[in-house]
C-alpha cells in the first residue's frame, strides 16, 4: 500500500516517516494497520542504492550495508558488472526477512566464460550472470545480462605402436564470457611425417575459442582426423570432442564439453523477471 499526503492541491507519495520520541525525530521503516482483525504492513522505507561505477563480482546486501531492518530496497544498475573467475557477476545477498527486493538493471551484467578442457578433463562450466539469493523481482528493460559459455572438451590419442607411435594431447577451446576461457593444451607426436594439427583458441567477450584437432594423413589407409570441442558463445554449452574421420585409436578419451552459465540463476527462489528477450538476455533462467 502507498500512503499519501496531500500538498498544495496534490497528492504527493511519502519516501520517509518520522515520528518524534524521546525528544528527538526518529525515522519509521515501517507501518502497519489493522485491517479485518489482522495488523498488516501498510508502508516500507525505500532504500535505493544506485550503483555507477564498473563492478567485478559484487553482492547487492553488502553494497546496502549489510541492513538489520525489514525494507523495501531497491537496486539500480547503470554501470558494467562482470565476474571473477568461479563467481557470479551479481549476488543478491540474503536481506531481513519481509523485506521487497527489486533489481532494475540498465547496463551490462557477464558471466566469466569457462575453460577449456585438457587431455584428461571436460570443458570447465560457464558463470552466472545474476545468482539469486533472496526473492526478488528484476527489471532488465533497458539492460543486458549475459551468461558465460561453457569450455570445449578436450582429447588424448594414443595409437600404442611401437613402430609408428602416435600420441596427442588436444585442449577444447575456451568460452565466451567477461573473463573469457582458455584453451588449455596441444601437443601431438607421431612416427608418421604427415601429422594434422591445430591449436585450440580462447573465448572472447561474445564468442567461444576453437577447439584444437589432431590427424594424420601420411600413410594411406591410416589418416584419421579427431576435433576438440569448440566453446561456447554467450549462455551456450561447449561442444564435446568428437571423431571426424578414419581408423578409431586403440587408446581414446574424448571429453564432454562444459555447461553454460545461467543470465539468472533462480536458485529456487521466487523471481520475477520482467522485460526479457533474446537480445538483451543470453542464457537460460532457472
Excluded at 492541491?9 to 489493522?34: E, G, M, R, S, V
Excluded at 566464460?113 to 526478488?136: L, R, Y
Excluded at 571426424?244 to 574424448?254: A, D, H
Aim: charged letters at 15%.
Amino acid at each position: 500500500m502507498t500512503i499519501l499526503i496531500k500538498k498544495n492541491n496534490q497528492w504527493l507519495t511519502i519516501k520517509n516517516i518520522h515520528n518524534y520520541q524521546n525528544n528527538q525525530w526518529k525515522n519509521i521503516k515501517q507501518c502497519y494497520a489493522k485491517q479485518s482483525g489482522t495488523w498488516q504492513s501498510v508502508w516500507q522505507n525505500v532504500i535505493i542504492f544506485i550503483n555507477d561505477t564498473p563492478q567485478t563480482s559484487i553482492n547487492i546486501f553488502e553494497l546496502m550495508g549489510n541492513p538489520t531492518s525489514t525494507g523495501n530496497y531497491i537496486f539500480i544498475n547503470n554501470a558494467e558488472i562482470v565476474a571473477n573467475y568461479g563467481e557470479p557477476a551479481l549476488k543478491t545477498g540474503i536481506f531481513p526477512k519481509k523485506s521487497k527486493l527489486t533489481i532494475i538493471n540498465n547496463s551490462y551484467i557477464r558471466g566469466y566464460g569457462g575453460n577449456g578442457g585438457s587431455s584428461s578433463s571436460d570443458g570447465q562450466p560457464g558463470g552466472d550472470a545474476i545468482f539469486v539469493d533472496f526473492p526478488c523481482e528484476i527489471d532488465n528493460q533497458n539492460g543486458f545480462l549475459y551468461a558465460g559459455g561453457g569450455g570445449g572438451g578436450g582429447i588424448y590419442l594414443s595409437n600404442g605402436a611401437a613402430q609408428y607411435p602416435t600420441y596427442s594431447k588436444v585442449g577444447g577451446g575456451g568460452g565466451a564470457g567477461s573473463i573469457f576461457g582458455i584453451a588449455t593444451e596441444n601437443y601431438s607426436h607421431s612416427g608418421y611425417a604427415g601429422v594434422l594439427s591445430r591449436n585450440p583458441s580462447n573465448g572472447d567477450t561474445v564468442n567461444g575459442g576453437k577447439g584444437g584437432y589432431t590427424g594424420n594423413n601420411y600413410v594411406p589407409g591410416t589418416a584419421f582426423m579427431y576435433e576438440a570441442g569448440n566453446g561456447g558463445s554467450l549462455g551456450e554449452h561447449g561442444a564435446a570432442a568428437k571423431w571426424i574421420s578414419g581408423p578409431m585409436k586403440s587408446i581414446q578419451e574424448l571429453y564432454a564439453g562444459g555447461a553454460a552459465g545461467l543470465a539468472i540463476n533462480k536458485n529456487n527462489l521466487e523471481v520475477t523477471v520482467l522485460n526479457i528477450n533474446k537480445e538483451n538476455i543470453k542464457g537460460e533462467i532457472r
